[in-house]
């Protein structure tokens, strides 16, 4: 019998590197991986608290977050594709458009 | 169907108009004239029919206040204005005018209007007045009535700059517009004054109050409630009346089509000061300042409108002149007291002013749009009817037996020698009456008389049509049959008029000092002075400008500085210009425009967009437009969150959220 | 000694299972590849492999010898890690989906143990669905090999085969929603199981018939996902050369090749269990007397090949082929002599006849049909088999519902 | 230290390193497999909670859909090594604090929440894939509805971005 707060820390510790990542890696593919670790990490935390409280509502919740993730991959990488097409460049600091 | 159905849903008769006025306005624009005329004329025509039936059934029921609730309009606190109409004889007499007058006046106008543009515009305007009109008239309390006295003059303005590309035209209506704004201020004082002290504005009301109230009378140099109150009122009726010092406007409303001239500033609009008045008369027959006021306001007004109108050669110029010496008078009836007689002057006035102005405007239509008298003349021959008509109506307000003008102008003179102190009144009234008739008489020389200085090959004279025409004949007939019902109090028997009026001003009418006898002899004598001042006026006029037409020059040189004065109308318009007008114009321009609205307002405006700019010059630098730093954002963001979720806690409880 | 193994007995036999399967599969996929020449060979009327002993049945043989001596060149500039993973990645997985797979359903007894067929628990609740997990994951192998090669063809073939094996996954996974229902488990000896309600139907009571929708789809999407022809695009040797594949040489491409056949294998399992009622018998269960059908069968086939073995050319065959022939012959008598034996082959034997069969549409398959083209391909795969898989789903789900409203208690 | 344990390290352990990994490598390609790997081994840990069914979509949608389209990307646009600019300022030295402040707050939260969670140690029936779907479909039918309509238009959009403009 695993402790819940083991889970949750390592969910932590995931969420952690996932912001690590989503801030200094420059391609913007790995970016988007990054953002994806963050989102499993969290769904750790929530399966590890829907057995702790004995309430099934964390998977069902698990569940949406994972169909969300995949329609924000499809998506997302559409746009990722356009960009380099676009840009030449996967680098998202090539990507400033935006800049004044 | 109830006993009095036009009574019970009185509503109809204002209505009516009202709907007319929307057709057209809305729709009258891709019709022909044919079918604007038979709205314009039907929704009038059945209003007035409606009111026939309505003073029948009045009578019907026995000449007692009909008062009718329609439904609440405002309701504020102890504040109740309701849409609620009345009924009584002094509402008949008005109601008859208006919708009577007005019907014939719309006929009148689908002749002379006939080729002009906007005709259904004009018409839509001219239905939209009788409508407020006839709720000035009908209204119970003084709410409804001031809806009614700011819609006329809405309707007014818009029909005085009907031809609103002509400048002369558009500033005439504005000036209109303005100077009556100045009066309205008076009245909406008054109002506010009365509820404040009252707090009812309703007729039966408030004038049942004075028994419960047990008003004072205030005598002479008193200034009470009830004075001040008269006063602003009758600040109102100044404005709306054109009497000194508002009467400015009038003579300037000419800019407007001559069926509006006669309509509104001859024999309904004008006369509502009047009405409103002698509807308050409890009021100011307890107040002995507002009737000395309101008397010598009008007798003055009247006496100096009629010296202007001495000299002026545009024909409705000297009309409208004689209009406001005229409106002068009924006020001086109301001040002395007499209002059944200045109401019945007010009827006549109706009657034979209309007719001037109507008769005038075929004159213009016949003289292809002149107004300037001294290129008129000799046109007796060539426009018959109008000719006979007008001078029908000039008999009529220079008050030659047995004319409706006659027994008016009489009844008034009579009541304000009767009164005491009121001798000096009654010598500028009779003043007053040998001036009018000069001028009139002058009017009818220099345009029917004489010989033509008109170019006869441009001009080509030629009667107007029977519709304009119908109205004429119509209107002459009551001119000379209108003053009838008071005839019998000139051989000693009684005043009719005022008999059916008494019901209204009761027991308020200025009492007869004299003797039965020594009254009737008086009255003859009166009559008869009355008569002779008309007929020297006439005299006069006839000696200037028939047996010697180079007299007037003569005249004039002679006695160049009072001529001219009297052409520039005492300098009247200037003084206020340069008084009132200006100082205004440079306060909003300096002060209003460039100091606070430039300085201030826009300033304030300007300097936080300014301001804003600025900020937002310093915060764009964090748009880099570099997603990574936009991930730092989003990390700061969500430090910031967890701080205030987890860690932002008072007393140990977390302020925001229910974590732990 | 004996305390070690009886502490921990559970891990050995599950060990020694691992190391049988392994060793059964592996004997079976170069055996297959045998077959499929054969069989191809005799569609197109050639001969096949006949030459490395009798028949060929040596051939296999031959081959592996062959592959694990090859020299085994790195193409340069490939990314090594992931050249090196996809092929370890493509087998592993393949063999982990067998090991899903049961076989058998009750246990035999070693040492007092319960030792079900089949290495998965047997209350795996999950089982179908971890299959598929398994084999959604078999992408990569094929993906990260096309594009580690660091060469046109294989990454084509690489782009191509993970494409198409997304794209039929869905169709895969919706045909057999349908099955899943019915069973109302995902464990699939449930599924066969379900399949038994009434013993009497026999073959009728199988799921291929109310599922028959399915199973087209499934076997096709199958098809597909095990990159068969006519399906077998990544590697389509007259457009890619070789596909994903062409870089690899030896033991790394054996890998591949076995990868293949084994998930054909699991495919045919899966096949069976879902709609041919696993190990169930086609005949009602009260025909006793079709328990003897398995030994029959055997005695015929040994009695075939002794008679075949005595006639063949090469003394080697002459002497070999007889004797395998008597060692059938003589399990078949075995199975009649003892009953409890008997009963207890009946499941694995018409399971396994069962894998055969759809062993052998699957060469014959390739043997008879050409391949699609690409867009073909796709076009196929999601305009008609994933929606006629969902409207299977529909039907059967509205089936199911009216059955609990009306009747069928 | 129990066989749960014992596996629950072994799996952590893999996770970690996998996300580590993912930091450090520059080719894409890498990062990739090495979330695979810290997926795969969620999975492992959700069936050591016995959360099979999620373990199982898991790995079928993340493993098998998901990261097969970053893969199939990656080789598509043929994405090479990650080229190493620092031109965001705020991403540098600052950037480093502020992500080590997140991580203390995080810590910071999660120690002063152990208590509550060991407190609730109670584990319920975990194992009901038939629990998962009664919640799905009675009391969750609305959002699921709900993220039905979001994927079709996630599909719409892939579409629309990814068709070439036809010129």
Redesign the interface.
């Known amino acids: 019998?695993?402790?819940?707060?083991?889970?949750?820390?390592?969910s932590?510790?995931?969420?952690?590197?996932?912001?690590?990542?989503?801030?200094?890696?420059?391609?913007i593919?790995?970016?988007?991986?990054?953002i994806?670790?963050m989102l499993?990490a969290v769904?750790?935390a929530f399966?590890?608290?829907?057995?702790?409280?004995?309430?099934?509502?964390g998977?069902?919740f698990?569940?949406?977050v994972?169909?969300?993730?995949?329609?924000?991959?499809?998506?997302g990488?559409?746009?990722?594709?356009?960009i380099?097409r676009n840009r030449q460049s996967?680098?998202?600091?090539?990507?400033?458009?935006?800049?004044? | 169907m109830p006993a009095h159905p036009i009574l019970e849903y009185l509503w109809i008769i204002p209505l009516l108009p009202l709907l007319g006025s929307a057709t057209n306005g809305l729709f009258g624009a891709k019709w022909p004239n044919k079918i604007v005329n038979w709205v314009a004329l039907g929704s009038t025509g059945l209003s007035f029919a409606f009111a026939l039936e309505a003073v029948r059934e009045f009578f019907d029921s026995g000449q007692v206040l009909f008062r009718k609730e329609f439904f609440t309009w405002i309701a504020a606190g102890n504040f109740r204005a309701g849409f609620d109409l009345q009924m009584d004889q002094l509402t008949v007499v008005m109601m008859l005018v208006v919708t009577g007058v007005g019907w014939l006046i719309h006929i009148y106008s689908t002749g002379y209007m006939a080729h002009e543009g906007g005709y259904y515009r004009f018409f839509s305007y001219l239905n939209l007045f009788m409508f407020f009109m006839l709720i000035l008239v009908l209204a119970a309390n003084y709410v409804l009535l001031f809806v009614g006295w700011e819609g006329v003059g809405l309707a007014s303005y818009l029909l005085i700059g009907f031809y609103f590309l002509r400048k002369s035209a558009s500033d005439a209506g504005k000036k209109a517009f303005i100077v009556n704004r100045i009066g309205d201020f008076g009245f909406m004082l008054g109002m506010f004054l009365l509820f404040r002290t009252f707090h009812t504005l309703d007729f039966n009301t408030l004038f049942d109050l004075k028994h419960a109230a047990g008003w004072q009378a205030e005598p002479w140099g008193q200034f009470g409630t009830l004075t001040i109150a008269c006063l602003l009122l009758f600040m109102g009726a100044c404005g709306k009346s054109a009497q000194l010092p508002l009467y400015v406007w009038l003579p300037d409303a000419m800019e407007g089509p001559t069926p509006v001239s006669a309509l509104i500033h001859a024999a309904t609009m004008v006369t509502a000061g009047v009405y409103v008045v002698a509807r308050s008369h409890v009021l100011f027959t307890h107040s002995e300042t507002a009737l000395v006021v309101v008397a010598i306001v009008g007798c003055a007004t009247a006496f100096f409108a009629a010296t202007i109108g001495l000299v002026q050669t545009d024909i409705k110029k000297v009309l409208a002149y004689s209009t406001v010496s005229q409106l002068g008078y009924m006020f001086l009836a109301c001040g002395v007291g007499a209002f059944s007689a200045g109401i019945f002057h007010l009827m006549t006035h109706a009657f034979f002013k209309a007719l001037l102005f109507l008769a005038a405007g075929s004159v213009i239509h016949a003289m292809g749009g002149e107004q300037d008298m001294q290129k008129m003349g000799g046109l007796s021959k060539k426009i018959k009817y109008t000719y006979a008509t007008m001078l029908i109506a000039t008999l009529a307000i220079t008050g030659f037996p047995p004319l409706a003008g006659f027994f008016s102008k009489d009844a008034i003179l009579l009541s304000a020698f009767q009164i005491p102190g009121g001798h000096p009144l009654y010598i500028i009234g009779l003043l007053t009456a040998l001036l009018t008739s000069f001028y009139m008489f002058r009017l009818i020389f220099l345009t029917f008389y004489g010989k033509p200085r008109y170019d006869e090959r441009k001009v080509h004279v030629h009667e107007s049509p029977w519709s304009m025409l119908g109205p004429l004949v119509v209107l002459a007939v009551l001119s000379i049959v209108g003053g009838w019902v008071a005839a019998p109090a000139l051989g000693g028997g009684r005043d009719y008029f005022a008999d059916f009026l008494a019901p209204v001003f009761g027991g308020h009418e200025s009492t007869e000092v004299l003797g039965e006898a020594a009254a009737h002899n008086l009255e003859l004598t009166l009559a008869f002075v009355a008569v002779s001042a008309a007929l020297a006026g006439l005299g006069i006029a006839y000696w200037l400008y028939l047996s010697r037409p180079s007299k007037p020059e003569e005249l004039a040189k002679s006695m160049k500085g009072v001529y001219t004065t009297l052409l520039n109308k005492y300098y009247v318009d200037e003084l206020y210009a340069a008084a009132i007008v200006r100082p205004l114009l440079w306060i909003s321009t300096n002060v209003f425009w460039k100091t606070v609205d430039v300085g201030a307002i826009d300033g304030a405006v300007n300097g936080v967009a300014d301001g804003l700019t600025a900020v937002g010059d310093g915060v764009r630098h964090t748009q880099s437009g570099n997603t990574r730093s936009y991930a730092v954002w989003v990390v700061i963001g969500a430090i910031v969150i967890i701080a205030v979720v987890f860690f932002w806690t008072s007393a140990g409880k977390p302020v925001v959220g229910m974590v732990r | 000694m004996s305390t070690f193994l009886s502490s921990n007995a559970e891990l050995i036999i599950t060990l020694v299972k691992i190391a049988l399967l392994l060793f059964i599969v592996l004997t079976v996929n170069a055996y297959l590849t045998w077959f499929e020449r054969k069989v191809v060979a005799h569609m197109q009327s050639r001969w096949g492999p006949h030459r490395v002993g009798p028949h060929g049945l040596l051939q296999p043989l031959a081959d592996g010898v062959k592959f694990l001596f090859k020299e085994d060149p790195t193409p340069a500039g490939v990314d090594k890690f992931v050249f090196y993973l996809a092929p370890l990645l493509a087998l592993a997985l393949a063999m982990t989906s067998i090991a899903i797979i049961p076989f058998g359903p009750d246990p035999i007894h070693v040492f007092g143990h319960d030792v079900y067929l089949g290495i998965a628990p047997p209350d795996l609740n999950i089982g179908i669905l971890a299959l598929f997990a398994i084999t959604a994951l078999g992408v990569y192998g094929i993906a990260l090999a096309g594009w580690s090669s660091n060469s046109k063809y294989p990454l084509l073939g690489g782009l191509r085969s993970s494409a198409q094996m997304i794209s039929y996954e869905l169709a895969l996974t919706m045909s057999v929603v349908g099955v899943l229902l019915m069973a109302g488990s995902f464990n699939l000896r449930d599924i066969i199981n379900a399949q038994a309600h009434h013993p009497e139907l026999g073959i009728l009571g199988w799921n291929v018939w109310p599922q028959i929708l399915g199973f087209i789809c499934f076997f096709t999407a199958a098809i597909a996902e095990t990159n068969r022809a006519p399906f077998d695009l990544p590697e389509a040797e007259s457009e890619l050369v070789a596909g994903f594949h062409t870089e690899y040489a030896s033991f790394k491409f054996a890998m591949f090749f076995i990868a293949e056949y084994t998930s054909m294998i699991t495919v045919s399992c899966l096949c069976s269990i879902m709609f041919f009622g696993g190990w169930l018998s086609p005949f009602p269960a009260s025909w006793t007397f079709t328990h003897y059908v398995p030994s029959a069968i055997l005695i015929a086939f040994g009695l075939w090949v002794i008679w075949d073995g005595i006639r063949y050319e090469t003394i080697f065959g002459r002497i070999i082929l007889p004797a395998a022939g008597t060692a059938i012959t003589a399990l078949g008598v075995v199975f009649i002599l003892y009953p409890d034996i008997n009963t207890f082959i009946q499941a694995p034997f018409w399971l396994v006849s069962k894998i055969f069969i759809f062993l052998f549409v699957y060469v014959w398959m390739r043997g008879t049909l050409p391949r699609f083209r690409y867009d073909q391909l796709m076009a196929f795969g999601w305009k008609l088999l994933l929606p006629v898989s969902i409207v299977n789903v529909v039907l059967t789900s509205f089936t199911i519902l009216a059955k609990m409203q009306w009747g069928a208690k | 230290m129990t066989a749960p344990l014992a596996v629950f390290f072994v799996l952590a352990a893999l996770a970690v390193i996998g996300a580590v990994n993912l930091i450090l490598q520059k080719h894409p390609i890498h990062s990739a497999l090495s979330l695979i790997v810290v997926m795969v081994a969620l999975a492992g840990l959700y069936l050591l909670m016995g959360a099979e069914f999620v373990a199982a979509v898991q790995i079928i949608v993340y493993g098998g859909a998901i990261m097969v389209l970053f893969v199939l990307v990656i080789m598509l646009l043929n994405a090479g090594i990650e080229e190493h600019t620092s031109i965001s300022k705020l991403a540098g030295v600052p950037g480093l604090l502020l992500v080590a402040a997140l991580g203390g707050f995080i810590a910071a939260t999660i120690a002063r929440s152990t208590d509550v969670v060991q407190a609730a140690q109670q584990t319920g029936e975990m194992s009901s894939t038939k629990g998962i779907s009664n919640m799905l479909f009675r009391d969750f039918v609305y959002p699921f509805e709900l993220t039905s309509f979001l994927i079709l238009v996630a599909i719409m959009g892939a579409v629309l971005l990814a068709q070439r403009e036809k010129s």
Do not use: W
């Open positions: 019998m695993v402790p819940t707060n083991y889970y949750i820390i390592l932590a510790i995931l969420f952690g590197l996932g912001v690590f990542a989503f801030v200094f890696k420059r391609n593919i790995t970016i988007f991986m990054s994806e670790l499993n769904n750790l399966v590890a608290f829907s057995r702790a409280l004995g309430k099934l509502d998977q069902v698990v569940l949406f994972i169909v969300v993730a995949a329609a924000e991959a499809a998506v990488l559409g746009i990722i594709i356009l380099a996967l680098n998202v600091e090539r990507v400033d458009l935006l800049k004044l």
